[in-house]
């Protein structure tokens, strides 16, 4: 499997001067994206100084990127590798600016995509985006980094409140200002008809929804697509800089079956993944970040999982087989793919209730509290949606509990008066 880029830039109607930069590398399987601050200073320079940076980064580690595309790849590694050659960047454009006061000032946002094997790293900062095509469906994999966006990642205003607020086009975060940046990074499975989106504000602005742009990236002949949709925006106003890059992973003759193997069972983990009351309705991108904190771990019929009474801080997702829950010896029911346990022990641990075995060949994607609040710590806003949900399921099976013990005995004193509110 090889991925082929394609891309264009355009001035736009508004604009005097592009101040979006692109570079595609074919070879080195390196697509990166970046947007002149708008209305700053020489914001051409900032954005040809992180794409020069970053080529020259990945290059510059050539030999340890060439390692890990040979070995199995270790999903944080790979990650601060991209962190620190954006860091780089990052710092390029500062020392630029603060040694020539023409450039004072100056910054950019950037999006790049580095595929390594079977594994694509995302690195973002700023506004400029990162969107997958897979099965039909686009599902934009970066986050805008505005202070509207973190106004309503904290719960102050609504998703669809987003795109008209007054502070939509204030970055929270860029490149250049400070010597040093806080970089998104997403590690991914990339499967073989992938086909990635990387493109400026002046496009997403102009992008009317995920159904709309799914059928833009679909299009027969891949190299025409950027031109058409950056002609689309031209159209549509035309109001900002407009870069985009198609970037579509090719199989390998002899890969084209693994590939389908591939789709299928990556498919099924999401699945099961999606399938789990906490994470339902997640976009792609944060069930990403969920699986890559997973393990996923293969019985045969007998393995036990858990016995009752072991210590229990993980929750249990079954993606394929059969296990038998058992409680005292004697069994009490079965886990089906999609089903789960544990899920309340990542919050508090306790002792399993209950043996779970292995009925026959079958795989658990588990989740351990460690990594679970380590996700949690780098992104609260996401903890406090999950908590949310967590506390409606507990709330219900409070319900339930309590109309079960006064259905059975309605004299019970168990309840007290203000379980009962």
Not at 48 to 71: D, F, I, W
Not at 335 to 355: Q, V
Not at 370 to 392: C, N, Q, T
Request: aromatic share 4%.
């Amino acid at each position: 499997m090889h991925p082929v880029g394609f891309g264009i830039s355009d001035v736009g109607q508004e604009r005097l001067i592009n101040e979006d930069s692109f570079y595609i590398d074919d070879e080195r399987q390196l697509y990166v994206v970046a947007d002149g601050m708008g209305g700053h200073a020489s914001g051409e320079v900032a954005s040809a100084t992180a794409v020069e940076a970053v080529s020259g980064e990945v290059g510059r580690r050539h030999q340890q990127l060439s390692k890990l595309r040979e070995s199995l790849i270790d999903s944080e590694e790979l990650s601060s590798i991209v962190r620190e050659i954006v860091d780089f960047a990052c710092a390029e454009i500062y020392e630029k600016a603060r040694t020539n006061q023409e450039h004072a000032g100056m910054g950019c946002t950037l999006t790049m995509l580095l595929v390594v094997a079977h594994k694509a790293v995302m690195a973002h900062v700023g506004d400029t985006r990162l969107y997958l095509l897979r099965k039909g469906k686009a599902d934009q994999i970066s986050s805008d980094h505005t202070m509207a966006q973190e106004l309503c990642q904290a719960g102050l205003l609504e998703p669809d409140e987003v795109a008209d607020h007054q502070f939509a086009h204030i970055l929270s975060r860029a490149l250049g200002p400070l010597p040093s940046v806080k970089v998104d990074t997403l590690v991914m499975d990339v499967l073989p008809g992938d086909r990635f989106l990387l493109c400026s504000d002046g496009l997403t602005a102009y992008i009317e929804d995920d159904a709309w742009l799914a059928q833009q990236l679909a299009g027969d002949d891949p190299e025409v697509v950027p031109e058409e949709l950056v002609s689309y925006a031209n159209t549509a106003g035309g109001h900002d800089n407009i870069t985009a890059l198609l970037i579509e992973l090719r199989p390998d003759d002899p890969e084209i079956e693994i590939g389908d193997e591939m789709s299928v069972d990556l498919q099924h983990q999401f699945d099961a993944l999606g399938s789990v009351f906490l994470f339902e309705g997640l976009s792609l991108a944060l069930l990403t970040r969920l699986l890559n904190h997973c393990e996923l771990n293969e019985y045969v019929e007998g393995d036990r999982v858990i016995r009752e009474g072991d210590p229990c801080e993980q929750l249990m997702v079954v993606v394929d087989g059969r296990f038998v829950v058992s409680h005292q010896g004697e069994a009490d029911g079965e886990l089906e793919p999609g089903d789960h346990a544990g899920a309340t022990t990542m919050l508090s641990p306790r002792r399993a209730r209950a043996t779970l075995t292995a009925k026959e060949y079958s795989r658990l994607l588990i989740l351990k509290r460690k990594p679970f609040w380590k996700l949690i710590r780098r992104r609260p806003w996401l903890g406090v949606s999950l908590l949310e949900r967590l506390g409606r399921r507990l709330s219900l099976d409070l319900d339930r509990s309590i109309a079960k013990l006064e259905e059975d005995d309605p004299g019970t004193n168990v309840v007290k008066p203000r379980e009962r509110l």
